[in-house]
């Protein structure tokens, strides 16, 4: 009986250790497969950081290059002006040596012309002789009201009231800009000076209705970016 009593107590006991062998192996798994997770865990977050590094460098790469383009463009309309002004000027310069030469001699060159009005009323602008720009941007309207520059002759009219803090004509011209050239270029520019004009007459509602309208209807547009920022401090 004693013999069979040890046998038991010695299988119990062996029995055991292998369970707790057995659990301790099963311990050490689970703390490797946490460890192994934490490490994914960890890895995914550095990729995921990465990722929105790259992302941001990208949305500045971008934006940049958005804003690159239209300096660009507006370089490229400025000197086509210049180009026009020069032929301007050479066809005056051919005009006198033929008058000394007692031949008559009649230049006709609308194009030439019309460049030529537009590129002056943009330089008394640049100059800040807004008053005499606003005649001469009037000239050219009263000549050519749907040519491709009379969208922006009415801005830069309206931008020369700006500049002299007329902001509530400033406003009547940019509406009537957006009223008669709905697809004209400088329709963002219109719904962000209207804002800022607005801000400045501190009618804070106006000028966030504005700033919305645009950043809904031309949301990848420079003005679109400045009227985010305007927002921000309309609070």
Do not use: H
Request: aromatic share 10%; with cysteine; hydrophobic share 35%.
């Amino acid at each position: 009986m004693k013999k069979l009593l040890i046998i038991i107590t010695t299988f119990i006991t062996i029995s055991c250790a292998t369970n707790t062998k057995q659990l301790e192996y099963s311990i050490e798994n689970l703390n490797n497969e946490i460890i192994n997770l934490q490490r994914t865990v960890a890895d995914l977050r550095v990729n995921i950081d990465e990722i929105e590094t790259n992302v941001s460098e990208n949305s500045k790469k971008i934006e940049t290059n958005s804003s690159t383009i239209a300096n660009l463009k507006n370089d490229l309309s400025y000197f086509s002006n210049e180009l026009s002004l020069l032929k301007s000027k050479k066809y005056e310069n051919d005009y006198e040596e033929q008058k000394d030469s007692n031949e008559i001699v009649v230049i006709e060159d609308e194009i030439t012309n019309k460049n030529t009005m537009y590129t002056k009323a943009y330089e008394l602008y640049n100059n800040g002789d807004y008053k005499n720009s606003i005649e001469k941007f009037k000239d050219f309207l009263a000549l050519y009201p749907n040519d491709s520059l009379s969208d922006n002759a009415l801005y830069w009219i309206a931008e020369s009231y700006y500049a002299m803090k007329d902001y509530k004509k400033a406003i009547d011209l940019l509406k009537e800009l957006i009223d008669r050239y709905p697809k004209g270029n400088k329709v963002p520019d219109a719904y962000l000076k209207i804002t800022l004009s607005y801000k400045n007459l501190g009618d804070k509602k106006n000028a966030r209705n504005y700033a919305t309208n645009l950043i809904e209807k031309y949301p990848d547009s420079n003005a679109a970016s400045l009227a985010n920022k305007i927002l921000n401090n309309l609070e």
